[in-house]
């Protein structure tokens, strides 16, 4: 051993600060008969404990037995060999070694023993245990995530590959894991595949994130919803890599349909809703037929329908409605036409094919007749009367938006004759005419004086309060313009907002609006009042002009407002295939602060594909719903969705035409705590708004210390 020791350099390794031990392999069991101080420091253990030992007492539970036996091999057959090992010091903690043993041989070659040079290894393999371990994490996760985890490759050449997938797909797609490279892309419906891969490609082209939802068709004919979003990232060799997850969303497909459904037909009489009756509409004023021919539309109402339901009862008044649209239904079918449910007792009537007003009034008078026939109840049989207005389209078929526009025109035509019928206050129909039509009367008045009534000062902004539903607090404000006119008076904004529209002049008026209200809001706050943030209406035509956001940031400016003070107000239907610049005009105007408010939401134009794509920050539920709402009522099931959905997205919600105490009461317990409408107050002066900020809480005669509607 002295000899052994003697041919080593024993100072330089007592000096060195690696771990050195030294075996002799001339006695038995191969003892260690130097260790420097450094490996007894290492080990917890003192020399006196270590000599004479066989290496082996470092070893426990978590040495690898196959770099145990390799170290035995090479020990026996006089080699040398580096392994890395997992020790365990004197007080029973754990470290790995980075090991090389080399034989010491004398000048004959003759083997004296081994010499064992180790370094600490621990960071590298904690980073490998703590790398294995999210490995095992992550395909964990992959077996059990809803859909899957994938890596997809562009090449060079533009064929597309997957590369990598979770498990969960083959479980997903009933094949092996094997198969899943090779045939994954025949698991995609044949009617998504091509989007797909233009999706993909579309990323690859910009470098946009990847977004799709299409369908995957399991071995055994399972079909499966999926979403699958991934940024792209560009690799030096022009190869385009993206990480993504696919996410199941059958339940939510599934939810997405039933709200469709609710949206098309009404629960109690199986009729169209009035969403789904206008799309029927709108398809029949685009039909070739109306080149010769004419549409006919008859709105129908149950004339005292809520004193009869409150004497008969709920389950009779179900009855007649759906003993009536029973009827309706009937009627319609012999004339090839469509029948709807409209809400509460209003029903409606599409007739494609109408030759003339006579052959319009002469089915109007049918339907009249037939729907006063008795209605057998248990043992009671009910007569009811109905009011009913008609329109008739004209000549010529329209184009695709003029058809929109058109159905919603024919509507208005028909609710307008019926009102006219109920005045009359007997049962003969109505026909519409313009001589019953007061938007007519001045028409041609507000269009000749419309340029002036800016600088004449004839403009001014009501102020309709938006309301806590629990505490009648105020909480916001819709500004909607009025227009005193010198002649005619007070004109409602649907007189001359279309004027406005058509001529040109919506631009120059809406600027005023949102001028005079950042003005208005300005003059609250130094009088010392606390306003609420304002909501200013804003039109397509004015998100379509380039500098509306420069001009809105210079209004900003010169009033000292802060955007976030205000709401950008706008019509869902421009959420309909919108264009470039009304996105890029929305989005700057977000960015400044402002709020993005979609008004009339659920009347029947906006997808919840838009919703996902733009930040909307707030929801107005459609003042339809709620004014014709009865409890289980289509649109109390349409109110309920549309809740949910914004519940479920985070954004805000408002219920417009709040009039009954039912209506707020029916909304607090849905979940809407926020709303509008004659409950609370009809849209009002500044200065009766102001007096308004005064109070400390605000909102309809029904509660305690609630104030009385503003009229």
């Keep these: 051993m002295t000899s052994l020791l ?102 004959a070659g003759q083997l004296k023993g081994f010499v064992g040079i180790q370094y600490l290894a621990d960071a590298a393999h904690r980073a490998d245990e703590r790398k294995a371990e999210a490995e095992s994490k992550l395909a964990i996760i992959g077996d059990r995530v809803p859909g899957y985890i994938y890596q997809r490759v562009m090449r060079a050449d533009g064929s597309i590959e997957l590369v990598y997938c979770s498990r969960s797909v083959c479980r997903l797609l009933e094949i092996e894991e094997d198969e899943v490279a090779r045939k994954f892309y025949d ?194 049989r009910v007569t009811i009367k109905t009011s009913i207005g008609a329109a008739l389209s004209k000549n010529g078929k329209p184009d695709r938006q003029d058809a929109d526009e058109l159905s919603g025109e024919l509507m208005t035509q028909a609710e307008l004759a019926l009102r006219s019928a109920r005045q009359q206050g007997h049962d003969a129909p109505m026909i519409y005419s313009r001589q019953l039509d007061d938007r007519f009367r001045n028409r041609g008045l507000l269009a000749r004086t419309l340029e002036q009534s800016i600088a004449n000062g004839e403009l001014a902004l009501h102020y309709q309060p938006v309301v806590d539903l629990g505490s009648g607090r105020v909480v916001s404000a819709e500004a909607l313009v009025r227009w005193n006119h010198p002649i005619i008076g007070m004109q409602r904004p649907d007189l001359f907002i279309p004027l406005a529209e058509t001529s040109g002049l919506i631009v120059p008026l809406g600027i005023w609006v949102l001028n005079e209200a950042l003005r208005q809001r300005r003059e609250w706050q130094e009088a010392g009042l606390m ?27 010169s009033f000292g407002a802060n955007a976030m003070d205000f709401e950008i107000e706008l019509t869902e239907g421009l959420l309909i295939e919108p264009s470039p610049q009304v996105m890029t005009s929305l989005t700057s105007l977000q960015a400044m602060g402002f709020k993005i408010t979609i008004d009339d939401f659920g009347s029947g134009h906006a997808s919840f594909r838009y919703l996902r794509d733009f930040p909307v920050d707030k929801l107005k539920i459609d003042q339809s719903f709620v004014r014709q709402l009865v409890v289980e009522s289509t649109d109390a099931l349409i109110i309920r969705a549309v809740i949910s959905l914004a519940h479920g997205m985070g ?40 007096t308004l900020l005064g109070a400390e809480a605000f909102a309809g005669p029904f509660g305690n210390g609630m104030r009385p509607p503003l009229r």
Aim: aromatic share 6%; proline share 4%; net charge negative.
């Design 6 to 107: 003697a041919a080593l350099n024993i100072g330089a390794l007592g000096a060195t600060s690696c771990f050195v031990i030294v075996t002799d392999a001339t006695l038995p069991d191969n003892p260690i008969i130097y260790a420097n101080a450094a490996f007894c420091a290492l080990c917890g253990y003192s020399e006196i404990e270590i000599l004479g030992r066989n290496a082996r007492f470092l070893q426990g539970p978590g040495s690898d037995p196959l770099v145990i036996s390799d170290i035995h091999a090479a020990v026996a057959a006089g080699a040398g060999i580096r392994r890395e090992i997992l020790n365990y010091r004197k007080d029973g903690t754990s470290f790995w070694n980075d090991l090389t043993i080399d034989p010491i041989r004398d000048a």
């Design 187 to 380: 698991h995609v419906h044949p009617d998504d595949l091509e989007g797909l891969k233009a999706a993909i490609r579309r990323s690859a082209a910009d470098m946009s994130i990847f977004s799709e939802e299409f369908r995957l068709v399991s071995r055994s004919g399972s079909v499966h919803w999926v979403r699958s979003d991934a940024p792209p990232r560009r690799l030096g060799n022009g190869e385009i890599i993206w990480d993504g997850l696919a996410i199941e969303i059958g339940a939510e497909k599934r939810w997405r349909n039933k709200i469709a459904n609710l949206a098309l037909r009404d629960p109690l009489t199986g009729l169209l809703t009035r969403a789904a009756w206008r799309q029927a509409l709108t398809m029949q004023l685009n039909m070739e037929a109306l080149e010769s021919g004419h549409c006919g539309v008859l709105w129908i109402d149950i004339t005292g329908f809520s004193a009869l339901n409150d004497r008969l009862g709920q389950h009779f008044g179900d009855e007649i409605l759906c003993e009536t649209a029973r009827r309706l239904a009937k009627i319609a079918e012999s004339v090839s036409g469509v029948t709807a449910r409209l809400g509460g007792d209003e029903f409606a009537v599409l007739v494609p094919a109408c030759a003339d007003e006579e052959a319009l009034t002469l089915l109007a008078f049918s339907v009249s007749h037939k729907l006063a026939l008795p209605i057998g109840i248990g043992d009671q």
């Design 531 to 557: 306003p609420p943030p304002v909501a200013i209406n804003v039109s397509g035509k004015q998100l379509l002009d380039p500098h509306f956001v420069a001009v809105a940031r210079q209004s900003l400016d």
């Design 651 to 690: 954004i805000e919600l408002v219920a417009e035409g709040i009039e009954t105490e039912m209506q707020r009461d029916f909304l607090v317990r849905e979940g809407c705590l926020v709303g509008q409408g004659a409950l609370f107050s009809m849209p009002v002066g500044a200065e009766t708004f102001g």
